[in-house]
């Protein structure tokens, strides 16, 4: 019934492919795209309908199985918060991955990403030590690992880490640049509570020991705590 409704259109001169599911003896699924063509006798009227039927079940796979890792790939994303990202060097062009905006307090689509918006939500002397790694990497090495400071839409301040590429045409002039960039504010918490920390016993090791051999004035131990 669904077949036959599809093709009463046809002999109003719409031909329009569309996609019809059939299932195997077995139960399997067929995905076909049926392509119909109107078919006039010798006097050019209307006489009945051909149709091609193409199988496209492997396109289908391959697209849900597509699906699948897209869907794998933002949980991980937002697992880790890490997003990916890539910078047009010809148009200017910047796309961001959804976890992109979600890191900066954002939600996908809330703004048009644009180096005015980077600048706007990384320190100045951030963004200048970019700069210039950036320029750095077109006239040397093509990868870059730079962490800096980055501000959300709540204006609180968080660390991150961009690690990218510079891809090149056939010229050797830059034209795309990939990467991908994380926060990594949970481990330079870590990093800085664990310098303290050691910081923190050496202290206390260095005023234990001048206490017991009075080889240390109070006024050291302040220059060393300081």
């Known amino acids: 019934p669904e077949y036959h409704s599809q093709l009463s259109p046809q002999k109003k001169g719409k031909i329009d492919s569309y996609e019809i599911i059939w299932k195997s003896k077995t139960g399997k699924k067929i995905y076909t795209i049926v392509s119909p063509r109107q078919q006039l006798n010798s006097k050019g009227k209307y006489s009945g309908i051909f149709t091609v039927v193409t199988d496209i079940s492997n396109s289908k796979n391959i697209e849900k199985q597509l699906r699948k890792n897209e869907k794998r790939l933002k949980a991980a994303q937002k697992i880790g918060r890490i997003g990916n990202w890539s910078y047009d060097c010809v148009s200017g062009e910047i796309f961001l991955s959804e976890e992109m905006y979600r890191l900066f307090g954002y939600e996908p689509g809330d703004f048009l990403p644009s180096l ?111």
């Open 116 to 226: 005015d918006f980077i600048k706007e939500h990384v320190p100045e002397s951030d963004f200048q030590r970019i700069e210039e790694i950036f320029q750095d990497c077109l006239h040397g090495s093509s990868e870059f690992n730079v962490g800096f400071r980055f501000i959300l839409k709540d204006n609180k301040i968080r660390y991150g880490q961009i690690i990218g590429e510079i891809l090149y045409d056939k010229n050797k002039e830059p034209k795309l640049c990939d990467g991908v960039f994380r926060d990594v504010t949970v481990w330079k918490q870590s990093e800085d509570s664990l310098q303290w920390e050691l910081q923190l016993n050496r202290i206390l090791t260095t005023v234990s020991e001048s206490l017991i051999s009075h080889s240390v004035s109070f006024p050291e131990i302040s220059a060393i705590i300081l």
